[in-house]
């Protein structure tokens, strides 16, 4: 079943991608720098965390899925050296400057190749990667329980897939703050930087239609991952979760 990813409710899957092809393919160059402003920097010690609870090793094969303008990707290749990193997005002008950075060296020397990847139909064999990463890319997907399985698929047994996403903090007060900052701030933000508030009011509509973390945990059990555990960040306005693919 697909949804409508801004609402969670039912809907064709094209809603949800055409739109999600139109904001990225637009906003791609000016992606970074609302990303700095938007979240005060936060979103640079989530990633550091990601990496930190990443089972990422030097001779692993890696797939980056949405991996966007490349951060995760290439601070995955800075901090964990690994053989290789397939660095997969649908969006191509997304892909294009984080092409542009691999050339200006921020692989420190990892191998990259980069691909056009819906994550809903990975073009990649069976088995064939050792560890996925994933940051702010399920909760744009419209069918996410093929996305999941689609990942389970290409991870070797005992590989895992650790995933970066906003999600819903625990704390009552914190919580009715944060929906504030993400209703009224995060457009207004996001307007003044790209030109495109439209873009941030469908991201703050898709943070909140996103389950929470037990619900994410749940999605990716019912996909066949085991071994599914989660660490907040920022009070639980971003969770990475790590799943493991059964030796
Ligand atoms: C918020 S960006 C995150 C990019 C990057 N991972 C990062 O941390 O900066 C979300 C990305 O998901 C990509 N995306 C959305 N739907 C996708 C899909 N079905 N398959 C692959 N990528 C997708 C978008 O094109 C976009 O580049």
């Known amino acids: 079943m697909s949804i409508d990813t801004a609402t969670g409710k039912e809907a064709p899957a094209e809603i949800s991608s055409e739109r999600v092809k139109d904001i990225f ?10 990303n700095a402003v938007s979240s005060f920097g936060a979103y640079k010690s989530w990633l550091a965390g990601m990496m930190r609870q ?14 966007g303008t490349g951060d995760v990707t290439f601070t995955v290749a800075r901090t964990k050296h690994p053989r290789h990193i397939q660095c997969t997005d649908l969006v191509n002008e997304m892909l294009g400057v984080a092409r542009a950075h691999y050339a200006d060296g921020a692989a420190c020397g990892v191998p990259v190749d980069f691909e056009v990847v819906d994550a809903q139909n990975i073009p990649y064999a069976d088995a064939s990667y050792d560890a996925l990463t994933m940051a702010y890319g399920i909760r744009n997907m419209p069918d996410r329980p093929r996305a999941l399985s689609e990942m389970l698929r290409v991870l070797k047994p005992g590989g895992h897939l650790v995933c970066l996403e906003f999600s819903t903090p625990p704390n009552a007060v914190w919580r009715a703050l944060y929906n504030f900052y993400l209703k009224h701030l995060i457009p207004f933000w996001g307007g003044l930087i790209t030109g495109d508030k439209a873009g941030f009011v469908y991201l703050s509509k898709s943070i909140k239609a996103f389950p ?31 799943a493991k693919k059964p030796e």
């Open 54 to 67: 990443a089972p990422i090793e030097p001779t692993d094969d890696v797939l980056d899925i949405a991996g």
């Open 25 to 34: 393919s637009s906003i791609a160059k000016k992606y970074e720098r609302f």
């Open 212 to 242: 929470n973390q037990e619900g994410l945990a749940k999605m990716m059990r019912e996909a066949g991952f085991v071994d599914v555990t989660w660490k907040n960040y920022t009070g639980g306005i971003a969770a990475v979760h790590v």
